[in-house]
């Protein structure tokens, strides 16, 4: 923990900073001034700097990662984030802690050890030396979407009616959305049914197949409160994938299931889906996609 808080600034900084104090120490030296520095030490014997923290973060790096023999630092840090949140929790972390600023803009002045300079530099060392394993994931190319697309078609096609069938829909559905909106993840989740069954109706009774209106319901990053966001998506694009034709699919399966309200996307007792369900089901087309080659290739 201590070398990683060496070396937690460059080296040229260091030397920067050795350079500077000599030349201190021998102006001081030719005037005659004793040298007004502060004493090195001793340092208290309580752990005021979050030393007990940083050695539970390296002992926890030791253990086996995802990626690799050792746990990311990006996992470890977090050990740092829960001592905090429990030390201003406490009553005095809470009552010791003061702000500067206004509404969003504030800065926060707290004791807790893992805010010290020591911790501060001690983060900074031991992430130059673990490094980070990255792995981000590959953006889908329109070619693998529609040739997922058409495996989720066929499987549609061929599947009895049922709930197997309406799941196949809703995959396909929050997959062509998600293509389609550029959203991530877990915003797709956030469609709502009843908005969804409104303006789906609205577009047939006026013969409006240009587009299709997603409104999603809920709380986004940077917001307050739960909001209602309309996004339109052309019902078939130019490169083929068509939106209203799921659009459509999904909202026939909802009046079956006699659902009006709640998430588009959820489970045979109407609460919203596990998002892992859909990752396997799509990961599994992709393996097949994968594996077909020029096959599936337009």
């Known amino acids: 923990a201590n070398l990683d808080s060496l070396w937690g600034r460059e080296t040229s900084t260091v030397l920067a900073n050795t350079r500077h104090l000599r030349q201190l120490l021998d102006t001081w030296q030719l005037v005659g001034i004793p040298p007004p520095l502060p004493p090195?030490?001793?340092?208290?014997?309580?752990?005021?700097?979050?030393?007990?923290?940083?050695?539970?973060?390296?002992?926890?790096?030791?253990?086996?990662?995802?990626?690799?023999?050792?746990?990311?630092?990006?996992?470890?840090?977090?050990?740092?984030?829960?001592?905090?949140?429990?030390?201003?929790?406490?009553?005095?972390?809470?009552?010791?802690?003061?702000?500067?600023?206004?509404?969003?803009?504030?800065?926060?002045?707290?004791?807790?050890?893992?805010?010290?300079?020591?911790?501060?530099?001690?983060?900074?060392?031991?992430?130059?030396?673990?490094?980070?394993?990255?792995?981000?994931?590959?953006?889908?190319?329109?070619?693998?979407?529609?040739?997922?697309?058409?495996?989720?078609d066929d499987e549609w096609l061929h599947t009895p009616p049922g709930w197997q069938r309406s799941e196949i829909a809703s995959v396909a559905l929050y997959s062509v959305i998600a293509f389609c909106g550029s959203f991530r993840g877990h915003e797709v989740f956030l469609v709502d049914l009843f908005g969804l069954l409104k303006y789906e109706a609205m577009f047939t009774n006026m013969n409006q197949s240009d587009y299709n209106m997603i409104p999603l319901l809920g709380k986004y990053k940077g917001e307050s409160g739960e909001r209602y966001h309309l996004t339109p998506l052309a019902s078939i694009t130019k490169s083929g994938l068509n939106l209203g034709l799921w659009v459509k699919r999904v909202c026939d399966h909802r009046r079956e299931e006699?659902?009006?309200?709640?998430?588009?996307?959820?489970?045979?007792w109407g609460n919203m889906v596990n998002p892992r369900t859909y990752e396997t089901l799509i990961l599994a087309k992709l393996q097949i996609i994968k594996g077909g080659g020029e096959i599936f290739l337009f």
């Open 40 to 152: 090195l030490g001793p340092f208290p014997m309580e752990d005021v700097h979050g030393i007990g923290v940083a050695i539970s973060m390296l002992l926890r790096s030791l253990n086996p990662g995802r990626y690799g023999d050792y746990t990311q630092f990006a996992t470890i840090r977090k050990e740092r984030s829960c001592f905090s949140n429990f030390y201003h929790a406490s009553a005095v972390g809470s009552s010791a802690m003061s702000t500067l600023g206004h509404d969003t803009a504030k800065a926060f002045l707290t004791n807790c050890p893992t805010q010290s300079i020591w911790f501060e530099r001690f983060s900074k060392g031991c992430l130059y030396r673990m490094g980070e394993v990255v792995k981000q994931d590959l953006a889908i190319s329109m070619d693998v979407m529609l040739c997922m697309m058409k495996l989720f």
């Open 258 to 268: 006699r659902r009006a309200h709640g998430p588009v996307f959820a489970d045979q």
